[in-house]
């Protein structure tokens, strides 16, 4: 890898403009590419086999309008009156207006629901009315039947008396042989006895005809009063369930979109913002709420170019040459545009975060700076050593390019195992920063040659170039000198060289005092154990509307809603219950009334409001609104509550889903995955480090350090953001749970930058080692070697995660805080002082390593040693590998490099 990278590098300072032209036509197709194919990135964190998710698609088949999207609106007044009619009609109307653009299935007016309301409560009020008016007529008829049943009854009796006198008249008449007159009169009395008999049963069907009515009206007044019942339980429970608050000075409207919310585009979202945002009611403040309001956010703001120019600052006063510094830089923004829009070709395609490219941009960046500084800073060590032009780009791409290659790998092989956790949304961000990261590497190794190449000693400054000049003759003369030495003395010479100018070796350094080491490390773990304390009291979870920056709309919002009608409606859950086939309308409502009023009755639930039940009344669903806010401690204990309660009467399935339940299981999720990936990672650390620094104790020292930085990291984070300290100093008004996939984020991204600082410390002390300096002399040697390099590259990593501190998103300034407290931490903090304290500390058992491992493991030259032994003897201004072959003079430019001094004993 070494000699290839050589040769990469020798072949592109050579032919500068192919490289740089390759590189910009890339460049082009990458910016084309997403010009072409780019889509709209999302918002929305979605985890898929989630309880929430899973809930969510049976909704979208029983309630196919429930899928559609939705937003709200907040209207207050500005001096905190009660709305006005002519505000009222104000807002009716820009309602309206949203109602008639594209996109827009339909509006839900706040003063038509609140009317809507108002009018149930005055029906059933009215009902009640009706139904005691009823009774009172049931009441009143039956009496009235009684009186009557009566009047028959004494009407019967009168005509049994008269049958029974004119059935003894007819027995005597009879008897005394009665002329037939006195019989016709008798016939004719039995005549009028037998029409009044006739007359009363008619009378008495009459009667149970209106009494079989008046209980059939009793019937139905009975089951009006247990529907009125039914009613009235149901109105109860969204009984404080307002659209405008008490005081009448806020009002939430709702538009509702004709598709699912992902496929929402910002354009229909923008359209409706907009109409809203210029909508002028004298008096009214219009504020769309974060399901609304929420754009995807700029990349790169005023904050990012501030880290920016940081990180020039910095590149100036360690390269001391504006060129020179503006290299690694310019290279780093060809390698994020690259990564950043070819990524971004792919959103059409495939569901893509809105944090996932900033998080390509972040680590392009950082690391594309610092890979390219590692170059040239390597490069213009040897231009000052007398080294050939090509020739030391070519070596500096084969040694610390070979060094580059190794650390991106780490850092690709940590943000590609994001795929492990199962968590596709995270899987992608790891790719497109891997992808990044990989078009740093590229780019380093490639096009840093080509541009070293084309600006040539101005890589360095005017004094450095005059003192070499003034050299060249004395340098000349040694290199004569020194060929004459034998092979043998010059390969020891060789040695020589290569240590110093790998490590700037001069005269060994004295080892750090025993003493010293223990305090440091002591005081250092110490520290960094302090630091994590937060970290044990970490909340996960997704920033809200309280997140967002406290000029926002969302921001306002979100406060004028939970000061209107409580924190609470700001996270509204949906739960739903499922029903036994077969119950009439009724029954259904006594389900309904039932889970209802076992929801109202737990722990922090303010509003039940049943909400639907789908056709075949399977499936009831209601709306929930807790009792504080979606990001509360209450809240996610609320929506565990709801899972494990099995719901009233028949009901059965009792599920949770919405906004703030999504959150609650996307944190859950992340919070299952997040050990197995540190597993995976500490695992891939160990085995990494063994195989670079064939020892057993460096490994694990260096293991060890970077689970403490990292956890003293995350504590940082928790201390700002959840706990509120220095909230003023880093923007934090709103604290609250961490995000719920940082943790994971900075595990990997740290681990391979912790693999960088590592690599470049450890390398020179074990080289330094291996040439016989005692373990803790060289525990110094490669200390110095390497502290200046990693403390500018560290610096450079935090200025470019620092400037996303304040970036507008509420995502990304964690994202930003955390990496770039990180890498202070681990550059600074453990590898400049816990690790080589640590190192004294053990001394030669450091560089243990079982016989039978050293065996069987395969020798990686990370630094390209071995390539710098054979350069070093190679003729100057010639490739070395081509010299021998050919045995023909390179391209030197004139230039003689400087040969191996004799080794001093």
């Given amino acids: 890898m070494a000699e290839l990278l050589y040769r990469l590098g020798f072949a592109s300072s050579r032919r500068p403009w192919v490289a740089i032209v390759a590189w910009l036509a890339a460049l082009a197709l990458s910016v084309g590419g997403f010009l072409a194919f780019g889509g709209t990135l999302t918002t929305s964190i979605t985890i898929p086999g989630t309880p929430t998710s899973q809930v969510t698609d049976r909704l979208q088949e029983e309630f196919p309008e429930a899928a559609n999207g939705t937003g709200s609106v907040v209207f207050r007044t500005t001096d905190g009156t009660e709305l006005t009619e002519d505000q009222r009609q104000g807002i009716g109307e820009v309602l309206s207006e949203v109602e008639g653009l594209e996109g827009v299935d339909s509006v839900v007016d706040p003063f038509t629901t609140e009317a809507e309301l108002s009018d149930q409560r005055a029906r059933i009020a009215d009902g009640r009315a009706q139904l005691a008016e009823g009774q009172e007529q049931v009441e009143s008829g039956r009496e009235q039947i009684a009186r009557a049943e009566e009047q028959l009854d004494a009407s019967e009796r009168q005509l049994d008396a008269g049958q029974a006198e004119l059935g003894a008249g007819r027995a005597q008449a009879e008897a005394a042989g009665a002329p037939p007159a006195v019989t016709a009169q008798l016939d004719a009395q039995q005549a009028q006895l037998d029409a009044g008999r006739a007359q009363l049963e008619e009378g008495r069907a009459q009667l149970e005809q ?40 806020t009002a939430v409207g709702n538009v509702v979109f004709d598709r699912p919310t992902l496929d929402v585009t910002e354009d229909i979202q923008g359209a409706v913002v907009s109409a809203l945002e210029d909508a002028d009611i004298e008096g009214v403040e219009v504020l769309p709420t974060t399901s609304l309001s929420q754009t995807i956010p700029n990349i790169v703001g005023p904050a990012e170019v501030i880290g920016l120019v940081v990180a020039a600052i910095v590149l100036v006063i360690m390269l001391g040459t504006l060129i020179g510094a503006g290299l690694p830089i310019l290279t780093a923004l060809i390698g994020v545009g690259i990564g950043a829009a070819g990524s971004l070709a792919f959103s059409g395609m495939i569901e893509m975060l809105s944090v996932t490219p900033v998080l390509g941009l972040m680590l392009g960046l950082a690391v594309g700076i610092d890979y390219a500084l590692f170059i040239v800073n390597r490069h213009r060590r040897q231009l000052k050593d007398g080294a050939p032009l090509h020739e030391s780009i070519g070596l500096a791409n084969g040694t610390s390019g070979n060094a580059v290659v190794f650390a991106g790998l780490t850092v690709i092989i940590a943000l590609a195992a994001l795929n492990v956790t199962g968590i596709p949304f995270l899987g992608l961000m790891g790719t497109v920063g891997a992808f990044c ?80 080491a223990v305090l440091i490390s002591l005081g250092s773990v110490l520290a960094l154990a302090i630091v994590a304390i937060p970290f044990f009291s970490m909340r996960l979870g997704l920033p809200d509307g309280g997140s967002e920056p406290p000029e926002s709309a969302a921001y306002q919002s979100y406060t004028a809603l939970g000061e209107a009608f409580g924190e609470g409606y700001n996270g509204p859950l949906v739960v739903t219950a499922d029903l036994p086939a077969g119950l009439d309308e009724g029954e259904v409502m006594d389900q309904q009334v039932a889970v209802g009023e076992q929801l109202a009755s737990l722990e922090h639930v303010e509003v039940v409001v049943p909400a639907a039940v789908n056709e075949d009344s399977t499936m009831m669903m209601f709306q929930v609104i807790p009792a504080e806010g979606p990001n509360a401690v209450s809240t996610e204990e609320l929506v565990h509550d709801l899972r494990a309660t099995a719901p009233a009467g028949e009901a059965s399935g009792l599920a949770v889903a919405g906004m703030t339940s999504g959150f609650i299981d996307v944190a859950d999720k992340l919070s299952g995955a997040l050990p197995l990936y540190l597993g995976v990672v500490v695992g891939l650390s160990l085995l990494i480090m063994i195989l670079v620094f064939r020892s057993l104790v460096v490994p694990l020292i260096a293991t060890g350090g970077f689970i403490l930085s990292v956890f003293a990291a995350m504590g940082g984070v928790v201390a700002i953001y959840q706990w509120g300290w220095l909230s003023a100093v880093f923007g934090v008004h709103n604290p609250g749970p961490i995000l719920a996939f940082l943790p994971t984020i900075m595990v990997g991204v740290l681990f391979g930058l912790a693999m960088d600082y590592q690599l470049f410390i450890s390398s020179g002390m074990r080289e330094s080692y291996a040439h016989g300096a005692p373990a803790r002399v060289a525990v110094m040697d490669g200390l110095h070697a390497g502290r200046a390099v990693v403390a500018a590259a560290a610096i450079i990593m935090i200025s470019v995660f620092g400037g996303f501190v304040f970036a507008e998103s509420a995502m990304i300034r964690p994202i930003g805080f955390g990496l770039a407290f990180g890498v202070l931490l681990d550059a600074f903090l453990v590898r400049l002082l816990l690790m080589p304290a640590l190192m004294h500390l053990v001394g030669d058992a450091a560089w243990w390593l079982p016989r039978w491992l050293d065996r069987i493991l395969p020798n990686v030259d990370v630094e390209g040693a071995a390539l710098e032994r054979d350069h070093a003897s190679a003729e100057p201004g010639r490739p070395a590998a081509d010299a021998a072959r050919q045995g023909t003079p390179g391209d030197g430019a004139g230039e003689a490099a400087p040969e191996p001094e004799p080794a001093r004993v």
């Fill in 210 to 249: 209106q009494r079989t009515q008046l209980e059939e009206g009793a019937v139905e007044a009975e089951a009006g009063s247990t529907d009125l019942d039914r009613g009235e339980d149901l109105l109860a429970l969204a009984g404080d369930y307002r659209t405008v608050s008490e005081d009448g000075s």
């Fill in 437 to 516: 990261v990989l078009i740093a590497v590229l780019i380093a190794v490639s096009l840093t040659p080509a541009l070293l190449g084309l600006i040539g000693h101005r890589a360095l400054s005017r004094t450095e170039r005059g003192r070499l000049q003034r050299e060249q003759e004395v340098r000349a003369v040694e290199a004569g000198l020194r060929r004459q030495e034998e092979r043998g003395r010059e390969s020891a010479s060789a040695g020589h060289l290569q240590a110093r100018r790998s490590h700037g070796a001069g005269p060994r350094r004295a080892a750090m005092p025993t003493g010293r």
